[in-house]
Structures are given as C-alpha cells and as structure tokens.
C-alpha cells in the first residue's frame, strides 16, 4: 500500500533513490567495488536469475568476482523508474536496465545491447538518512545470443 509523503520530503526521497540507482552503474561500470557495496543494506538480498546473494559479504564476493574475471567494458544505463513509497523510511521501485558489455577494451562494434532487464527493488532509509537497497531482484527481457547468464549463477540453472 502507498503512502503520501509530504512534497518536499517527497522530492528529496524521489532524488536520494535516483542518485542512489545513478550511483549503482556508475560504480559498476567503473569497478568502484567499494562505493558500490555501500549502496546496499548490510543484509540486502541481490539476485538474478537463479543466483541469490545475501549480505553485504555475498554481494561483495559478487561483485569482486565479476571484476577479476579479466578485461570487460560494460555500461548500464537505467530508465522509467517509477518508485511507491510503503512507509516514510521504505519504497519500492522499478526501473528498466540496459547493458552494453563485452569482453574487450573500447572501442567496441557493433553497439548491440548485451541485456535489458527490469529491476525490482525495495530501498530503505536509514538512521542518518541515506537511502540504500534493501532488494534487487533482476529479471531479464531481452538477452543478447552471446551472454551466457549472470555471472556468479550456479551452473544447471
């Protein structure tokens, strides 16, 4: 159920989760491990496909394996974030993800989008006001013939 906050509180919530998701591929894309992990709650659940991960040591763990998998450029870019509001402190939103990725250095042809997935997450504030993801669910849509899952995915899934 949605709740109304006040406009300005409003606004500043509505700015908070679109820097946060901002934030999330810029770090991603430039490998900022650090930055990114300070995203998410410390118990914050990340999933993709069949693979769960729990905790800031699991989505770390992630994220540091997708980084040493060799050389790889990719860029994310979301859209239509649409967020509910649950409580003062919790929301809900959604967002469209594209993924243009290889495993070469730019420049890359042709352009072709890697993934476009849409996000299901659920953001919570915290004690000293910052909004971070509590959930990331990724669901794919339309997927490139050449990318073979998420990385981290138990095989057989």
């Known amino acids: 159920m949605a709740i109304e906050l006040d406009r300005l509180a409003h606004l500043e919530a509505i700015l908070a989760i679109q820097d946060l998701n901002t934030n999330f591929c810029h770090y991603l894309d430039h490998g900022e491990i650090d ?94 006001g910052r909004w971070l993801i509590a959930k990331r669910h990724i669901e794919r849509i339309f997927v490139d013939s050449k990318n073979n899952g998420p990385i981290g995915q138990p095989a057989n899934s």
Do not use: W
């Open 35 to 128: 930055k990114l992990i300070a995203l998410f709650t410390v118990d914050a659940n990340y999933s993709h496909g069949t693979r769960l991960s729990i905790g800031i040591a699991q989505i770390r763990q992630l994220f540091f394996q997708r980084a040493s998998a060799g050389t790889r450029t990719a860029r994310h870019m979301y859209s239509g974030l649409k967020v509910d509001f649950v409580g003062p402190t919790v929301a809900t939103g959604h967002s469209v993800c594209m993924t243009f990725a290889d495993n070469s250095r730019p420049p890359i042809s042709p352009a072709t989008p890697f993934l476009v997935a849409d996000f299901f997450d659920e953001y919570v504030r915290e004690s000293d």
